[in-house]
């Protein structure tokens, strides 16, 4: 089970820590973890995706530079942080686990996503 939190209302040029817990299975279990979003009437697309050691990370090109995944084993945790967010950052999040690529199909399991509205 993933559960995804952290989301909520940021003035542009803000941030946000998007956190995603999981719970049920060894962590281990998921290995590579990944967020997605989904803007209202959009498909969801690919953010960033992290590998099981955290060795290993990749974003979308709209928000590399400004995001950073990263993971707590320790915590059973994969966090999301959001800097400098712009209006089209506004979606909701999913934090997605054993899968690989950026492709959505991919990925096995899916926490139930976190509002992010960033307000200009």
């Known amino acids: 089970q993933l559960q995804a939190c952290g989301g909520g209302l940021v003035q542009v040029g803000g941030s946000l820590r998007l956190s995603c817990a999981v719970s049920?299975?060894?962590?281990?279990?998921?290995?590579?973890m990944g967020w997605f979003r989904q803007a209202p009437g959009k498909e969801r697309v690919f953010v960033a995706r992290i590998n099981w050691s955290g060795s290993d990370t990749y974003y979308a090109d709209s928000v590399k530079g400004r995001f950073t995944i990263s993971r707590d084993n320790a915590k059973n945790t994969v966090y999301l942080q959001m800097n400098s967010l712009k209006p089209e950052d506004t979606a909701v999040y999913y934090c997605?686990?054993?899968?690989?690529?950026?492709?959505?199909?991919?990925?096995?399991?899916w926490g139930q996503g976190t509002q992010v509205t960033v307000s200009s």
């Open positions: 997605a686990a054993r899968g690989t690529g950026t492709v959505s199909s991919n990925y096995d399991y």
């Open positions: 049920g299975r060894s962590f281990r279990y998921y290995a590579s």
